[in-house]
């Protein structure tokens, strides 16, 4: 866990050293009064908690805090606690049931936001709890996303189902649901493709994928997990409004978080859809996604 936490630190660094700083600097007179709070709201708007949180956050700490000398560090773990509490109710890992046999997991998202990596991170993380873990290259519009996905799979010693560029994603879910039924597993992670030639072919795509599963059980998939990119900011949101109206999204995985000073993005997504945040990506490697800590991620994007 602790290394896990200062993984956590050094992702999050881009986004706590500008609000960290930014409290500090505007707290040098030490008076928390009217130009103190709103400059504090607009740093929370440039960390992309959203315009409506940070104006109710300023408000939260105003009325506390209004016009009494108050160190700025103090003032931070005000805003940790506030934000801890907003997102609490999203930070939850995403619930296995082993009796499924598979658990079919469809991972959706747009293009580059680290689908494929996402599940081989998640195949590591399985696997190593002992879960048997089948992966399916539901990309089948690149070629190279097929080889990507299968480097994953050696990796973490899981089986991929492929076929060659260009064949039916509903089709090569549909045999990788067979497969992994047959075998026995316990998890099957479907990976899809994040871009087509237009957005109404990608709705066609996942949609077809989604009732050609429910065809062979009505419960399928279990979870439509959405990754989406922090270094994004607020078109993250966008995202989810767009891939909701496609298919029944259950949860999100914020990916990126290393690297950006956009993390406060995770509060708005938080407090604008309710959906859980299964995992949060700090990095490249296999065991940079993992259930986040409401109150470490607050306390780590506030520099605490
Ligand atoms: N720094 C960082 N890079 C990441 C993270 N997650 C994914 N990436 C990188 O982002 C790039 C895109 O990731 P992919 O997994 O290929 O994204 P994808 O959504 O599958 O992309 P398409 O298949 O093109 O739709 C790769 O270079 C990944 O290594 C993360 O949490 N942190
Ligand atoms: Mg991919």
């Known amino acids: 866990m602790s290394g896990w936490l200062s993984r956590l630190k050094a992702g999050l660094a881009k986004s706590s050293s500008r609000l960290a700083q930014g409290v500090g600097d505007l707290l040098v007179k030490r008076k928390l009064d009217a130009e103190t709070l709103d400059g504090i ?50 930070a939850r890992p995403m619930p296995i049931d082993r009796a499924l046999k598979p658990q079919v997991v469809l991972v959706v998202g747009v293009n580059g936001t680290g689908k494929t990596t996402t599940i081989g991170k998640l195949a ?13 290259a539901g990309d089948t519009f690149r070629a190279a996303a097929v ?17 060659q560029a260009g064949a039916d ?69 966008k995202q989810v409004e767009t891939f909701r109206a496609m298919v029944p999204v259950t949860g999100l995985v914020l990916t990126k978080l290393d690297g950006t000073a956009k993390g406060g993005v995770l509060v708005a997504l938080a407090e604008s859809f309710a959906l859980p945040v299964y995992a949060i990506g700090v990095g490249e490697g296999a065991d940079d996604l993992q259930p ?10 506030l520099g605490l």
């Open 41 to 90: 709201e607009e740093l929370l708007i440039g960390a992309d908690l959203g315009v409506a949180t940070a104006a109710a956050l300023a408000g939260e700490l105003g009325k506390a805090r209004f016009d009494k000398e108050v160190e700025d560090r103090a003032v931070r773990a005000f805003l940790a606690q506030a934000i801890a509490a907003r997102i609490a109710p999203v």
């Open 124 to 136: 590591w993380l399985y696997k190593s709890q002992g879960l048997a873990v089948t992966l399916a």
């Open 147 to 163: 080889e990507q996905l299968q480097r994953w799979g050696e990796r973490a010693g899981c089986p991929v189902i492929a076929r």
């Open 169 to 237: 994603a509903a089709g090569l879910a549909f045999d990788a649901l067979d497969q992994a039924r047959k075998e026995g597993a316990d998890l099957l992670l479907i990976d899809t493709a994040g871009r087509l030639h237009n957005k109404a072919d990608l709705m066609a795509e996942l949609q077809k994928v989604v009732r050609v599963l429910k065809k062979q059980d009505p419960a399928l998939p279990h979870e439509i997990l959405l990754v989406l990119d922090a270094t994004t900011g607020q078109n993250a949101l």
């Open 292 to 301: 986040f800590d409401a109150q470490a991620f607050a306390d780590n994007l």
